[in-house]
Structures are given as C-alpha cells and as structure tokens.
C-alpha cells in the first residue's frame, strides 16, 4: 500500500516545493523544519493505522473510557539524511522507542555504489509496528540492508516506510521486496541519474541538513 501525501493539494506540497527550490533550500533551518513537517504529517496518518484499545482515565469531574494506542511503534532512520524526517514523526508520536542505523553508498573507480552499513543500535521491534524513515527513496538498496539488518531485532507486527521524496524504480523495489510494507511518500518522482541520485529530487539531502560532507 502507497500514500502519496501530495496527491490532494495541502501544505505538504507547499514544504516539498521548499526543499526542491534551489534558492530557499539553502535556508538549513528551515529546509530541516521542512523535512519534520513532512515526518509530523505522516506520523499523524500512520497513527489512524496503528492498533488500539480502550483504557480509563479520570478527568477532574469524572472517569470514562476513550481509545488510545495499544502498542508503542519503534521508530528508526538511517544517519545522517533521515534524523530530521525521523524528528518529525518523534514530534508526534512521541512515546516510540527508536534506533538508528549507519549506511553509506561506497562507490568503485567507476562510480558504481554499494551500501555499506557500520553502527546500529535498536530497541526490540517483536510485536510492534515499525516505522523506517528515509527521506530520499532513491534505488532503495540502503532502506532494503537497514530494514534487513533492523529485522534481526523481532517480528514488527506492521512495517510502515517513511520518505519525503521517491523515485518510481525505489518505490517498485521496496513494494517487491516488503509487499506487505505501507509506504507514506510526500511525492514520487520519476527519474534516477547514473549516480543513483532523485531527478527532479532536491539534492542531497544531508548536505543541505547538515553541511558538506568531505567524504564521497
Ligand atoms: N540521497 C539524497 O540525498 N538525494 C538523492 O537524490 C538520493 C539519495
């Protein structure tokens, strides 16, 4: 199952239009506030999915019964690009547990990339939704060795995957490879370059989070 979350026009578009403008994307603030916006969004349609139960509160008049998650999904993301997208959703379904995962694309003398992943720490996932957040769903071979690797800590009852922007060829892989997986994309677009880069996309998204990077 895909949600497109630009397809009806909202404010989602608007702060997808700021990460791709050349101009206000070099604003890191607010191109990080961006990116959690997207995440707050999706988190708030991923809990309209989440299982739950009814439980007793009491107000100051009275005592009733309303209806409230029943289990804490664990939230993770992949250093260094997804930590503001992973904060959004943070900011919103804030009593998740959460794990991170290090990957890099290790390219050859002819630029071709494979996915190397270094660090992981993670919470156990058995029996509770998983949410993965990725901003940038390009070919979808770091979310695939993260997932795999994030996999090894339980059985999540349900795997949700976040990304602000997909490529079509990233969206086929990973709906391939996890079919029973949701993924929540701000907007897909159509094209990869050579160098496994999102076209139209925005650029490379932990740089303009973060800063250069001196390493390839
Ligand atoms: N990572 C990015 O930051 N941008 C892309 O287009 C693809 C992967």
């Known amino acids: 199952m895909i949600t497109v979350l630009s397809d009806n026009f909202s404010l989602v578009n608007t702060w997808i239009n700021e990460l791709r403008n050349v101009d206000i994307q070099q604003d890191r603030l607010r191109f990080r506030r961006n990116m959690e916006r997207i995440g707050e969004i999706a988190a708030f349609e991923i809990s309209k999915d989440l299982e739950t139960e009814e439980i007793e509160i009491t107000t100051p008049l009275d005592q009733i019964k309303v209806t409230e998650?029943?289990?804490q999904p664990v939230i993770t993301t992949i250093l260094r690009a997804g930590v503001p997208l992973f904060q959004g959703i943070l900011n919103?379904?804030?009593?998740?547990?959460c794990g991170f995962v290090a990957a890099y694309r290790k390219h050859d003398a002819n630029d071709y990339f494979s996915i190397k992943q270094d660090y992981l720490t993670c919470p156990n996932i058995d029996g509770r939704p998983l949410i993965v957040a990725d901003p940038m769903l390009a070919t979808g071979a770091s979310?695939?060795?993260?997932?795999?690797h994030l996999l090894n800590h339980g059985t999540p009852t349900q795997l949700h995957i976040v990304a602000a922007i997909a490529s079509q060829q990233g969206v086929d892989t990973i709906q391939k490879e996890y079919p029973n997986a949701k993924i929540w994309v701000g907007v897909i677009d159509e094209n990869l370059t050579s160098k496994g880069y999102i076209t139209p996309g925005l650029g490379d998204a932990g740089d303009l989070s973060y800063g250069e990077k001196l390493q390839r």
């Open 69 to 71: 998650v029943a289990v």
């Open 92 to 97: 919103y379904l804030d009593k998740a547990d």
């Open 143 to 148: 979310l695939i060795e993260a997932i795999k």
